[in-house]
């Protein structure tokens, strides 16, 4: 009972966040005066498709209850930190069917503990090495090829990912270079934008989704994509890191390579309410380490699943990710995730199981552009993690020297409201039980805010 009554009042307290902020949202302009963007819109005409962003989030927590504190823990004392992501997009059309893709970024600030300590961390734009720094970088750098196989064109919104105005309804899509993995696998309406809806790894991704990618969360490769009218057929293979979380990538293809399908259908299950279901299976191949094979190495001592690394290991990994419109304004979605769970964690986060719902809603009919979401993410671990875990073992993310396990629960809810001029202003509110799956530390409460602005 005692737990349940901790739970609603958790739950109370982030509707009461979002309801004070939406009290005051009326206040600001009028979205249907206000561009969307800092700057005018740019020619659907020209070759050349530019545009960028700045995303600020202030982030922080209070003490929490932690009986013992590891190497790779989240810290108990209270933490304020402040992240900075700032990204500059060109696409150049070199033709009617091929383009080049060059976007600048730069990732300054920090998480809280250095983003560690959470399975599902509470920031998706911090990199996971703070010792990078702020140096800007090319985070994609890519040629997108669109080979029709039909003459039916639909219009196609100019973005980063595609400058072109029109595509074919039928088309092959490939692309080569530098880029992320998630861009194009996993990707979720109402749940995969760090910069205008959720903060939470595991609720903008799927946990269970080892995806390739160094630690900033890019990588190279090739990917295809058939497209027909209601469904989508989408490949890829990617580089891995040479280590978990790495920096540096493996270009040794034939142990190394990170392999993905996955399955895009569009019919709706809702008379006149589009509906989108994907379903995803991955390959990882790292030299990898065995949860199993550092515990029997070791001993008694406290285990090193580095020492334990060998090449051409492989993960396997399937998802579900589903959208539901249920109205003009009100939107429902879900992801379910596994991977096998034998060796490391090596590419994006510590979680072997995970299931998500959430949603999100227009709240004014006069403001379109604002939202709320609410989402709820339960994580797992497979039994020989959590064994690896709990005598004292480090991961790359996670680690607090011992382990009482339990699933670690996380509650998020945001509220987006639209300033003027390509201005967002957002405040988050995450609810966290069994940080790093351990019932001996926490719960933890996650408030932040984000300045967004899009140009």
Not at 167 to 179: D, H, T, V
Not at 323 to 331: F, P
Not at 398 to 414: S, V
Request: with cysteine; hydrophobic share 40%; charged share 25%.
């Amino acid at each position: 009972m005692a737990a349940l009554a901790a739970r609603r009042g958790r739950a109370a307290l982030l509707c009461g966040c979002l309801l004070v902020i939406a009290r005051a949202v009326p206040l600001f302009a009028d979205d249907e005066t206000a561009s969307t963007t800092l700057f005018p819109p740019r020619s659907e005409s020209s070759r050349l498709w530019l545009a960028g962003q700045a995303n600020v989030i202030m982030q922080g927590h209070g003490s929490f209850n932690a009986p013992y504190t590891g190497a790779n823990s989240l810290r108990p004392e209270a933490e304020r930190k402040t992240s900075k992501l700032f990204t500059l997009y060109s696409t150049y059309r070199t033709s009617r069917t091929t383009e080049i893709i060059l976007d600048v970024e730069s990732a300054g600030g920090k998480g809280i503990s250095d983003a560690l300590g959470l399975a599902g961390f509470s920031n998706l734009d911090v990199v996971r090495n703070p010792t990078l720094g702020a140096t800007p970088y090319v985070a994609r750098a890519q040629i997108h090829a669109v080979i029709p196989l039909g003459g039916e064109q639909e219009h196609s919104e100019r973005s980063f990912l595609s400058g072109f105005a029109t595509m074919p309804a039928r088309r092959l899509e490939l692309r080569a270079g530098k880029i992320s993995t998630v861009d194009l696998f996993d990707v979720n309406d109402a749940g995969s934008d760090s910069h205008l809806q959720f903060l939470n790894w595991t609720v903008d991704d799927n946990g269970a989704y080892d995806y390739a990618a160094d630690t900033r969360g890019y990588t190279w490769g090739m990917t295809a994509e058939y497209h027909l009218s209601d469904w989508t057929l989408r490949g890829g293979v990617m580089l891995m890191p040479k280590v978990a979380n790495g920096i540096r990538l493996d270009h040794d293809l034939r142990h190394a390579r990170g392999e993905n399908v996955e399955w895009e259908l569009r019919r709706p299950l809702i008379k006149g309410r589009t509906t989108t279901s994907r379903f995803l299976l991955y390959r990882n191949l790292a030299r990898m380490g065995s949860y199993r094979e550092a515990l029997v190495m070791h001993g008694n001592d406290v285990p090193d699943i580095t020492l334990s690394r060998r090449r051409g290991r492989t993960k396997f990994g399937a998802g579900v990710n589903l959208e539901q419109e249920l109205s003009d304004r009100v939107r429902a979605f879900a992801r379910l995730g596994w991977n096998d769970g034998r060796n490391e964690s090596f590419a994006y986060t510590e979680v072997d199981r995970t299931v998500e719902i959430g949603g999100d809603v227009r709240p004014f009919g006069r403001r379109p552009l604002d939202k709320i979401g609410i989402a709820g993410v339960i994580n797992g671990l497979s039994a020989p993690h959590r064994d690896y875990l709990a005598a004292g073992g480090l991961g790359f993310i996670i680690g607090d020297g011992a382990l009482r396990y339990g699933p670690e629960e996380i509650l998020e809810a945001y509220y987006t409201a639209f300033i003027g001029r390509g201005v967002y202003l957002s405040v988050d509110a995450q609810s966290v039980k069994n940080p790093a799956y351990n019932r001996d530390r926490g719960p933890v409460l996650i408030p932040s805010a984000r300045l967004h602005v899009d140009f």
